[in-house]
């Protein structure tokens, strides 16, 4: 039942989300083959699970899983090399979601861990059912196929494997045997008396009062760790063991993070590459077209002004940088970044904030009807032109008020009293 379920869902979303990747072709056809092969893997893993008992070792185990660990790294790795894609979007939605195929290592509830991954990637088909639902309705029903498919992995692992990998209970390794019970506890060997007795002493040592101190040992100078720094050295404090360490998680250099490659400023087709400056105030881009992406990545203490209207601006992980820009068609997104700021001369729909710490939004007249989008992200200003020249600052909330109703939940942005 177990396999069966899994090649239902191959068959059903998984199969239209890798149809309509082939419908948008290019990147994301591409990257959905890798997808494709992730799945087929997973698939064979649980036929083997479903024939055989479970790994005695923790490295029989990794070993098994390391087919599944290793398709996840492909699949993020295919969308770091191709950051500058129109279709960038696309593709941190899967590599986002992707580590959802992890469950197998997860224990004892998989299920919500699926929800978890589910939910990160659903950040990202959000950005493109907005930037698309005009163009073309295949990439929302793409969005809905891929949605779709970790939702009913979901509900796949609850049904199957409830509390992690079922293995079979007999098969090609052997089963452990568990320890014999202990035995029983023979009701004739307790002696009420011995617990009333027990009891009246312990309650004769509690109303004891101020008493009850006179036996406790004092603490002398000699024997204080803040007086004797000796003895504060001993042995390393206890770390446990990492159980689960066959599926990898995907590691991101904060932006804090020193650079230590060369800076980048070209141009790819229609992709403008910003990457690794470094105390650079003069970046400038001059004569740029409307169908125009620009990425800015790892940039530090540096300034970017761009000159003419274009499609989208992202900055990746960069740290007390700028960007300066007359208008942008789609949006401008900031990701993973420290102490940034933006300047729009002209006109901006959307401001996309994830998981940023300190963003400045200097907005224009033009702007004041525009959308900003943030999750995860702190210390953000937006500020508001006035008549006179000078700006309003306000804050984007960063707290939140949850309540219950009948109809589910009601979620409302609250001051900070801080």
Request: glycine letters at 4%; proline letters at 7%; aromatic letters at 6%.
């Amino acid at each position: 039942m177990s396999v069966a379920g899994y090649e239902d869902l191959l068959a059903g979303p998984v199969k239209e989300y890798l149809q309509l990747s082939e419908k948008i072709g290019s990147d994301v056809a591409t990257h959905s083959k890798l997808v494709e092969k992730a799945f087929q893997i997973q698939l064979e893993f649980i036929r083997t699970a479903a024939t055989r008992a479970a790994p005695v070792s923790q490295s029989e185990k990794v070993s098994l899983l390391s087919l599944t660990s290793t398709q996840i790294e492909q699949i993020q790795d295919f969308r770091e090399k191709n950051r500058g894609s129109q279709f960038f979007n696309h593709l941190s939605a899967i590599s986002e979601s992707i580590p959802a195929l992890g469950w197998v290592a997860v224990s004892p509830t998989p299920a919500p861990y699926v929800k978890e991954m589910n939910d990160a990637g659903q950040f990202y088909t959000n950005r493109v059912l907005k930037e698309w639902k005009e163009k073309d309705k295949v990439h929302a029903e793409w969005c809905k196929a891929w949605v779709q498919t970790l939702s009913d992995l979901q509900q796949y692992v609850r049904q199957h494997h409830t509390t992690g990998l079922v293995w079979a209970k007999t098969g090609s390794a052997p089963a452990c045997v568990p320890p014999p019970p202990p035995p029983c506890m023979l009701i004739g060997d307790v002696a009420p008396a011995n617990i009333a007795d027990d009891r009246s002493a312990l309650f004769a040592e509690i109303n004891q009062g101020e008493a009850i101190t006179k036996n406790l040992k004092k603490v002398t100078s000699e024997m204080q760790t803040h007086k004797n720094p000796s003895l504060r050295t001993g042995p390393a404090p206890f770390k446990p063991p990492v159980v689960d360490n066959a599926i990898p998680s995907k590691t991101v250099p904060p932006a804090s993070a020193p650079i230590d490659k060369p800076p980048v400023f070209t141009k790819d087709g229609k992709k403008w590459l910003i990457e690794y400056h470094k105390g650079n105030k003069d970046l400038l881009i001059d004569k740029v077209e409307m169908n125009n992406v620009i990425y800015m990545f790892r940039c530090q203490d540096s300034t970017l002004v761009i000159k003419g209207k274009i499609n989208s601006v992202v900055m990746d992980s960069c740290r007390k940088s700028s960007v300066v820009f007359d208008s942008v068609v789609s949006s401008i997104e900031f990701v993973n970044c420290q102490s940034v700021q933006m300047q729009v001369l002209g006109k901006v729909p959307t401001i996309s904030i994830d998981k940023t710490d300190g963003c400045q939004m200097y907005l224009s007249t033009d702007s004041m009807d525009v959308e900003i989008i943030s999750s995860k992200s702190s210390e953000m200003n937006v500020m508001v032109p006035k008549p006179n020249g000078d700006y309003a600052e306000y804050p984007v909330p960063e707290q939140f008020k949850t309540t219950i109703s009948p109809k589910g939940l009601s979620t409302i942005a609250v001051d900070s009293l801080g």
